[in-house]
């Protein structure tokens, strides 16, 4: 086992946690990334004495990233200095006069007079609510989620079937919410967390109330430095295990010899043998792009029928000033929200009266910036696929900008840009070969959650998934548990536990 050679096409956060588990287990890997710079969707700039996290901007599931660095005999504390956010995160319900504005602290005791306010009488149910829902995130991550697919008799345990009835895998987290509570306001803060995982809460399984644990029971945190410190984290333990680095390198195929994973061509002609691959890029753009037809597990066919995250509209701003009334995250929640969804998944448009997300990192981290001003990243989720043009983006930038004129009585707010950078459908496309410019991949929905790609190919022996494509799914901590399943993977490790050590 000792040296072989594994390349990691992608150094996404699953592609370098993947890297990393390996490299410390004795492999020779090599991670190859088409960008300049390392991280993927994790991605970083700077302009003009603002400095920019592209992609990711909660630091949420803290237990799962302590777990996979003490997997790696790592000390998370001597990589990242966090910050536990509080407020977590402020809201703006739009044409609310009642109440516009509302802060959450991830802290029971602080948020249940804000609870009380908004549906009278709910703390006993919020209280049931959160206490289930932190009791089956124990069961998921003791039981699933560091699973790799397949049948386990894990599922034949009486708990995980009592759970199991008692959240009925056909329910939707819609009707799970109304069960349980009226205020369309609670329900909104507690379906939020789901355009993480890219869907419609109409079309989620209720099982994902899981996330509602994690943010009210764990809380939010921000690393110092910003997201891209998590990049650098993990880089260095990755040099520590000698794992090496190849930037500006798009590979253009994988190479397969009888039936196996024998390396990759670059696109400059390159050719980097291996005994396995591992690919963090794009699962479509891995199957359809980078294999022949009859390599194929995942053909375009399966994609065409995939039903796909959101897509984003972002805007990073340079501001000449601090702005008092927003918080470090904060969630603008649009009026008709089943609209907003409908717009997004069923009838593809940009949205017309949208949720939007304004994150503010200069609150916790003035440094990002020049001294007394902010820096802005304004994201609003928008269909995957869509084509627009010049004019197109134009006017639906000035849309949202207007918007947060109004909900933020920010009138003059243009007049205080003095940086602005505008990222779409097509860079997504461009960057990260992201199918139909999706910015997560694929959406959470029930089907696609029972039935996620494998992280294994079926037709190329020695040719492994990691990331966001594969199980289990969407978000940075998901990633490193992904990593942790195809080391699993490689290594024939069967338990569903999550590892104690490599």
């Not at 790799?148 to 009835?165: A, C, E, M, P, R």
Request: proline share 6%; charged share 25%.
């Amino acid at each position: 086992m000792m040296n072989k050679k594994v390349i990691i096409i992608g150094s996404g956060i699953g592609g370098l946690g993947s890297a990393a588990m390996l490299g410390k287990s004795g492999y020779d890997v090599t991670v190859i990334e088409k960008n300049a710079t390392l991280g993927g969707r994790a991605n970083i700039f700077e302009a003009k004495g603002y400095t920019f996290d592209m992609g990711p901007s909660w630091y949420l599931m803290p237990d799962v990233f302590e777990h996979y660095f003490k997997v790696l005999d790592e000390d998370i504390s001597e990589h990242l200095k966090l910050v536990k956010l509080s407020p977590s995160y402020r809201v703006f319900f739009s044409n609310d006069k009642e109440l516009p504005v509302v802060d959450i602290h991830s802290d029971l005791e602080k948020d249940l007079p804000l609870f009380e306010q908004l549906e009278p009488g709910i703390t006993p149910r919020i209280k049931e609510y959160l206490k289930r829902s932190g009791d089956q995130y124990k069961m998921a991550k003791d039981t699933f989620m560091y699973r790799n697919l397949g049948f386990s008799l894990d599922f034949l345990k009486w708990d995980v079937i009592k759970k199991g009835i008692e959240l009925n895998p056909f329910q939707t987290m819609q009707s799970y919410l109304n069960k349980w509570f009226k205020s369309e306001r609670v329900k909104k803060i507690l379906e939020y967390t789901l355009v993480f995982l890219g869907s419609d809460p109409a079309k989620t399984p209720a099982m994902y109330n899981i996330m509602n644990a994690i943010d009210f029971n764990m809380g939010v945190y921000y690393p110092k430095g910003g997201i891209y410190e998590i990049v650098k984290a993990l880089v260095n333990i990755n040099k520590k295990h000698g794992v090496s680095f190849l930037t500006s390198a798009p590979v253009s195929k994988i190479i397969v010899k009888n039936k196996k994973a024998a390396g990759v061509q670059l696109e400059n002609g390159t050719i980097i043998e291996a005994d396995l691959v591992i690919s963090n890029a794009d699962l479509w753009f891995t199957e359809t792009k980078l294999l022949e037809k009859k390599q194929q597990t995942y053909p375009e066919r399966y994609w065409e029928k995939a039903v796909l995250s959101p897509s984003a509209f972002i805007m990073y701003l340079g501001l000449d000033r601090e702005l008092d009334i927003l918080s470090h995250h904060n969630l603008r929640f649009g009026g008709d929200w089943k609209q907003n969804f409908k717009e997004l998944f069923d009838t593809p448009q940009l949205p017309e009266d949208p949720s939007y997300y304004i994150c503010k990192p200069t609150e916790t981290d003035p440094d990002l910036a020049p001294p007394g001003t902010d820096s802005l990243y304004v994201l609003v989720p928008i269909p995957p696929g869509l084509t627009l043009s010049e004019e197109e983006m134009k006017s639906y930038r000035q849309k949202i900008l207007n918007l947060v004129k109004t909900d933020l009585k920010l009138p003059e707010i243009e007049d205080y840009i003095v940086y602005e950078r505008s990222y779409w459908s097509d860079d997504f496309r461009r960057d990260y070969n992201a199918y139909k410019g999706t910015a997560l991949g694929l959406a959470h929905t029930l089907k696609q959650t029972l039935k996620r790609p494998l992280n294994y190919s079926k037709k190329v022996k020695n040719l492994y998934y990691v990331g966001a494509g594969t199980s289990p799914g969407i978000g940075m901590p998901i990633c490193l548990i992904s990593a942790e399943l195809v080391y699993k993977r490689i290594q024939k490790i069967k338990t569903s536990k999550p590892l104690t050590s490599l």
